[in-house]
């Protein structure tokens, strides 16, 4: 900017402000820069172009907070804490945060499945894998809750699917990962 008596004339700068505003804001020591990413992706998919804008803000502290900004009818900037981590206990389902989205930027829209409507463009299940997901899921339970160490799904059939299962150890935390008071 310009002084008074000096030669330099003065600029300005002319600021656009992408509204609706979404901003993930997530714990690094935490490692939750993958969840927020894949948020912000699932959020830009179902909304496209009704959002200005989706921004990752890397923090600490065990944080994860998803905002979003929005102009009201008197032109006011306006700020909504959609998910709070703290708050709201834990993480959101996409389908809950896409909903609270919604219900503030565009309250008529329809997000088909996600507000419980089957599209009808879904062709049905192929029977041949219906009891796929099904043992999967069950899989995926089994490491959750303990080790388990699997080769072959249940019916003795290789794991054609391209799933491998290594054995899930237990293993304590490194002594160099910084980690936040929140998360240990």
Request: with cysteine; hydrophobic share 30%.
């Amino acid at each position: 900017m310009a002084t008074e008596g000096s030669n330099s004339p003065l600029r300005f700068a002319s600021v656009e402000a992408s509204v609706p505003k979404i901003t993930i804001q997530f714990c690094i020591q935490c490692k939750w820069n993958l969840r927020a990413a894949y948020y912000a992706q699932e959020l830009l998919q179902t909304f496209s172009t009704s959002l200005g804008e989706v921004s990752l803000r890397p923090s600490t502290g065990g944080v994860f907070i998803v905002t979003l900004e929005t102009f009201n009818q008197h032109s006011v900037l306006e700020s909504h804490t959609i998910w709070d981590r703290k708050r709201d206990g834990g993480f959101p389902e996409t389908k809950e945060l896409k909903k609270k989205v919604r219900d503030i930027i565009d309250p008529q829209r329809d997000l088909g499945h996600v507000d419980g409507k089957k599209s009808a463009t879904n062709p049905p299940a192929h029977p041949a894998n219906a009891g796929h997901t099904r043992e999967l899921k069950d899989v995926a339970a089994q490491v959750v809750d303990g080790p388990v160490k699997v080769s072959k799904l249940q019916d003795n059939r290789p794991e054609s699917l391209g799933v491998q299962l290594v054995q899930a150890q237990n293993s304590s935390k490194s002594q160099d990962k910084a980690e936040c008071e929140d998360c240990k």
